[in-house]
């Protein structure tokens, strides 16, 4: 069983002015609400964009750490072939060095000798 609660509202000065205090206190926590609202979708946005940024750059610098170490080994494979260059140069102003590569490579002789090539002859200077 409810019972009916039937209260008649005075009408004097102190309650115009409590509801008028009420009215304000709405508004208030209402105007409060929205800007807390408001500053929480401007503090998410800025966090999402500077997330979104961060996840960016980080692939952008394991790309970059990636093409880093590709070219470090292209750069240790070339200072290798120029050791092997500049071991060959140096072989190569050899008068002995071009003499033996004249008679294996083009069959050059000397007088008197005779040069047979084999299939298992590795000719590659």
Same mark, same amino acid.
């Given at each position: 069983?409810?019972? $009916?609660?039937?209260? #008649?509202?005075?009408?004097?000065?102190?309650?115009?002015?409590?509801?008028?205090?009420?009215?304000?206190?709405?508004?208030?926590?209402?105007?409060?609400?929205?800007?807390?609202? +408001?500053? %929480?979708?401007?503090?998410?946005?800025?966090?999402?964009?500077? #997330?979104?940024?961060?996840?960016?750059?980080? #692939? +952008?610098?394991? !790309?970059?750490?990636?093409?880093?170490?590709?070219?470090?080994?292209?750069?240790?494979?070339?200072?290798?072939?120029?050791?092997?260059? $500049?071991?060959?140069? !140096?072989?190569?102003?050899?008068?002995?060095?071009? +003499?033996?590569? #004249?008679?294996?490579?083009?069959?050059? %002789? $000397?007088?008197?000798?005779?040069?047979?090539?084999?299939?298992?002859?590795?000719?590659?200077?």
């Amino acid at each position: 069983m409810q019972q $009916k609660e039937t209260v #008649a509202k005075l009408n004097s000065k102190y309650m115009d002015q409590y509801d008028t205090y009420i009215k304000r206190q709405k508004r208030k926590k209402k105007r409060l609400i929205r800007r807390l609202v +408001l500053f %929480s979708v401007i503090v998410l946005f800025i966090t999402s964009g500077m #997330a979104i940024y961060h996840f960016q750059q980080r #692939a +952008l610098h394991a !790309e970059k750490l990636e093409q880093y170490e590709n070219l470090q080994g292209e750069l240790t494979t070339l200072q290798e072939d120029s050791e092997k260059y $500049k071991e060959e140069i !140096e072989l190569l102003n050899d008068g002995d060095y071009i +003499l033996e590569i #004249a008679r294996t490579k083009y069959f050059l %002789s $000397k007088e008197g000798e005779l040069i047979f090539k084999t299939p298992d002859d590795d000719t590659s200077y």
